[in-house]
């Protein structure tokens, strides 16, 4: 079993839906949890990113970290064409080590 | 501010080359890091430096050589490039309270 699973896509949405994208994670010790959004043949770009439990809002998006659950969520609302893309899911136990464990990434595409 | 650069952008080998990939930053992060990606594999962790003179292995680390002479620059080494090294190589900085990690643009190798 991988450290952490993330469904590979591709998700299609027509514009203006709303999108969910997931992570599921087996490492406890995660406190760092992060969001990354590559478009095709770019480096990845820090999204979002959350320290421990709760939910964090940045504009058209909405990070959520449920540890008991072992779960994070990013939820992209009124999504557009330009949000097509593949986003990665990273986690970090923190201090200490300074390693980050990558999801292998959902493709996205947002239809007009 | 350039962020993080990488040096070459894309470069064609033969096996049993040699090359170096320098990576630099102007962020003045502690934490540098050398990913490659390849598909259905996500980021993998090659090496990284927790601060100037430092190198530490990562998951994937053999066939690599690292080195940290200077804080703002990191390079990876492949002594004798093989077609198994074919990938996108990317590298991170990373703060050290938050652990937020930041990209370069990659670089595209292929080992022929």
């Known amino acids: 079993q991988k450290e952490v699973e993330q469904d590979p896509g591709p998700l299609s949405v027509p514009e203006g839906a709303i999108v969910s994208l997931n992570c599921t994670y087996s490492?406890?010790?995660?406190?760092?949890f992060m969001w990354y959004r590559q478009y095709s043949r770019k480096g990845p770009e820090l999204l979002m990113y959350?320290?421990?439990?709760g939910n964090k809002e940045d504009g058209r998006f909405t990070a959520q970290v449920d540890k008991s659950s072992k779960y994070i969520s990013l939820f992209i609302r009124d999504s557009q064409p330009s949000d097509s893309a593949t986003y990665l899911c990273?986690?970090?136990?923190?201090?200490?080590?300074?390693?980050?464990?990558f999801g292998t990434g959902t493709r996205l595409k947002v239809l007009a | 501010n350039a962020g993080v650069t990488q040096t070459p952008k894309f470069r064609v080998l033969k096996t049993g080359q040699s090359m170096t990939l320098l990576c630099a930053q102007d962020?003045?992060?502690?934490?540098m890091y050398w990913y490659r990606q390849d598909p259905g594999m996500g980021l993998r962790l090659i090496h990284y430096?927790?601060?100037?003179?430092?190198?530490a292995k990562g998951e994937v680390p053999d066939g690599y050589n690292v080195s940290r002479l200077k804080k703002q620059n990191f390079l990876l080494g492949l002594e004798s490039a093989a077609p198994s090294q074919t990938s996108v190589y990317f590298c991170?900085?990373?703060?050290?309270?938050?652990?937020?990690?930041?990209f370069g643009p990659g670089t595209r190798l292929t080992v022929l």
């Open positions: 959350t320290y421990s439990s």
């Open positions: 490492n406890s010790a995660f406190q760092y």
């Open positions: 991170a900085v990373t703060d050290s309270g938050p652990l937020r990690q930041y």
């Open positions: 990273a986690m970090s136990e923190g201090s200490g080590t300074y390693k980050y464990i």
């Open positions: 430096s927790v601060g100037e003179g430092t190198t």
């Open positions: 962020m003045n992060h502690e934490y």
